[in-house]
Nanobody, 126 residues
Framework: QVQLEESGGGLVQPGASLRVSCASSGRSLRGYAVAWFRQAPGKEREFVAAHSRNGGFTYYGDSVKGRFTISTDNGKNTVYLQMNSLKPEDTAVYYC???????????????????RGQGTQVTVST
């Protein structure tokens, strides 16, 4: 059974960098598409970034392209989201997700992922 746990969130100033992590306990995430989503208060959940099942392709939401990078460790037990040039509008709870049956055309859809973490708060403020 895949269980995901995010960590690394916190309070940072605008322009700073932060890396959040998502650890899988129990089994490797090889063969899973993995993704990050976020949700700010009063807003809908937003797709942030994803790796395809074979890890060969990455996808990013328009609002984070060029600033955020998704990566995994060699054993694919941990997924990272490196966030640079953070803005106040990046403030949200960040969730990781994993799924075996995610197809490319739906890789940005929360409902496609079978396993989801509890989230970690990222706050960008002066």
């Amino acid at each position: 059974q895949v269980q995901l746990e995010e960590s690394g969130g916190g309070l940072v100033q605008p322009g700073a960098s932060l890396r959040v992590s998502c650890a899988s306990s129990g089994r490797s995430l090889r063969g899973y598409a993995v993704a990050w989503f976020r949700q700010a208060p009063g807003k809908e959940r937003e797709f942030v970034a994803a790796h395809s099942r074979n890890g060969g392709f990455t996808y990013y939401g328009d609002s984070v392209k060029g600033r955020f990078t998704i990566s995994t460790d060699n054993g694919k037990n941990t997924v990272y989201l490196q966030m640079n040039s953070l803005k106040p509008e990046d403030t949200a709870v960040y969730y990781c997700a994993a799924g075996r049956g995610v197809i490319t055309s739906s890789i940005g859809s929360w409902n496609q992922y079978d396993h989801r973490g509890q989230g970690t708060q990222v706050t960008v403020s002066t």
